[in-house]
C-alpha cells in the first residue's frame, strides 16, 4: 500500500477477498509475499 500511495493511487476495494497471501514466515515476516488484487475500482488521487 506504501508502493501506491506513493504513486498517488488508491485502490478502493480493500477486502480479505483481494489480499492472496503466497508465503507467510511467521519467524521472518521480511519473508512473507502478499499481493493485491481486483483494482477495478483504483483512481489517482493526490490526497494521499
Known sequence: MVY???????HGDL???NVLVFRF???NPQ???VKLTDFGLTR?????
Open 4 to 10: 501506491l500511495a506513493n504513486y498517488g493511487i488508491v
Open 44 to 48: 489517482a488521487s493526490t490526497l494521499y
Open 31 to 33: 519473508e512473507n509475499l
Open 25 to 27: 514466515h511467521n519467524s
Open 15 to 17: 477486502a480479505c477477498r
